[in-house]
């Protein structure tokens, strides 16, 4: 039983274009959303997080949308750049150091 | 500054043999994580430090499953009489002291353990 869920496995998008990835949670305890990059042979690297008194948080060219009555999370990279082409994780915390809860991923492909 | 290393990098073991490995978390970071990563699923939760005190190990699979943080910097997993389904990546990710309840995880490059 999937806590977080990332339905989408893959998603090839443009160079320059939006490239947007989603994510879903099912326990409504989680109160901080992370998203992390992951390269191939790499660990994943922080990219972006969110707390749940929010609804939006930029950072450069990343953006990610909280909806809590949806229970819905989403990435937005915007433009797209080929260096971007990795695995993204959403993760979901209830606060605390308690532990991450991870979906299954979605390897983003930028084409040139 | 230095972020989370993790040792070995790779480790090839024969059933029933014994593993370990080894993290070194972020300087003056007093949590720290190890989680499991099978082949096309995301990170799953082993066990949770605190300074040296194992506050959660909810997430370890089995008693062959261990670890330690003795005096709360460098950690150590270990795995008794490895078994096929053990072969994994082995993620160990550590945070800040708290910061409102809500503190970021950073990972090291993980071990990628294979049981033959």
């Known amino acids: 039983d999937q806590q977080v869920k990332q339905n989408s496995p893959s998603l090839s998008v443009q160079e320059g274009r939006i490239s947007i990835l989603n994510c879903d949670y099912t326990n409504s305890m989680f109160d901080y959303f992370l998203w992390y990059k992951k390269y191939p042979a790499e660990g994943p690297t922080f990219l972006i997080s969110?707390?749940?008194?929010?609804d939006k948080n930029e950072d450069g060219r990343f953006t990610v949308f909280l909806n809590k009555s949806a229970k819905h999370l989403s990435l937005h990279i915007v433009p797209s750049q080929p260096g971007d082409s990795a695995v993204y994780f959403c993760a979901a915390s209830g606060g605390g150091n308690t532990p991450l809860v991870f979906g299954k991923g979605t390897r983003l492909s930028v084409i040139a | 500054g230095a972020g989370v290393s993790q040792s070995p990098r790779y480790k090839v073991a024969k059933r029933g043999q014994d593993v370990a490995l080894r993290c070194d978390p972020i300087s003056g970071h007093v949590s720290l994580f190890w989680y499991q990563q099978a082949l096309g699923q995301g990170p799953e939760f082993l066990t949770y430090f605190q300074n040296e005190a194992q506050l959660d190990k909810s997430g370890l699979p089995s008693d062959r499953f261990f670890a330690e943080r003795p005096e709360g910097s460098v950690s150590t997993l270990k795995i008794q009489r490895t078994q096929q389904e053990d072969s994994a990546v082995y993620l160990c990710?550590?945070?800040?002291?708290?910061?409102?309840?809500?503190?970021?995880?950073?990972f090291g490059p993980g071990t990628r353990l294979l049981v033959l």
């Open positions: 969110i707390s749940s008194i929010k």
């Open positions: 990710a550590s945070s800040p002291p708290g910061t409102g309840g809500q503190e970021t995880q950073y």
